[in-house]
């Protein structure tokens, strides 16, 4: 009996060894988390809780530039390392051999459980993002093909792109938690252009958590 039992464990211990992670630089999606472990896991020590954002008059001119999602992240960009009520967002972090990046992490506000990590970087480092999570979440990926067209708000112009999407085929696991994670990436994430440090296009890795370990 104790045999049997020995066995069973080796082998959860093997399928949970082998699982497909669902973190980020040691940012676990299904963990709970304060923004302040967060920040740390990130290698951020300054960051502004709860930053004062400009009025709306204030964003007009950015809004009338580039339309207002686009304003808001130049806004974002330029506040640096911050918290807010149920989320962080840190610009200028880097991955892989030197790509920056702007991650986003948002949690549960009341039980702080991490519930998806957005990474974006400029879409010409797209080759690149594939290599890195093929290497740490495995080869087990759907890739789908489409056209996309965006369109430059401040030139008036637009263009057709062809677009890559990758979704993992299993999913991922969070070993400690036993919660479950869908992963993708897009090379081409909007119809619009942006507008911040990171280019016009952005391509986005994300980890979701997608159910509850009850």
């Known amino acids: 009996m104790v045999k049997k039992i020995l066995i069973f464990l080796f082998f959860i211990f093997i399928s949970n060894a082998n699982a497909t992670p669902c973190d980020f630089k040691g940012i676990n999606v299904g963990d709970k988390m304060s923004p302040k472990e967060i920040m740390d896991k990130l290698g951020v020590s300054k960051y502004k809780i709860n930053p004062k954002r400009p009025e709306l008059i204030e964003m007009q001119p950015l809004i009338d530039k580039h339309g207002f999602i686009s304003a808001s992240e130049i806004i974002d960009w330029n506040l640096g390392p911050y918290c807010a009520y149920d989320s962080c967002r840190i610009p200028g972090v880097h991955i892989g051999i030197d790509i ?5 992490v948002s949690f549960n506000p009341k039980s702080y459980q991490i519930q998806a990590i957005d990474v974006a970087i400029n879409a010409s480092n797209w080759d690149d993002l594939i290599e890195i999570i093929k290497r740490k979440y495995g080869e087990n990926w759907k890739n789908e093909n489409s056209v996309i067209r965006i369109s430059n708000r401040e030139t008036k112009t637009a263009m057709n792109l062809d677009r890559q999407s990758l979704i993992h085929a299993s999913g991922g696991v969070n070993s400690k938690t ?6 993708s990436a897009i090379q081409y994430d909007r119809i619009y252009t942006h507008a911040d440090p990171l280019g016009l296009y952005h391509s986005v890795f994300e980890i979701k958590l997608i159910s509850d370990n009850f």
């Open 100 to 104: 920056p990046s702007s991650v986003f």
């Open 178 to 183: 036993k919660d479950h994670c869908a992963i």
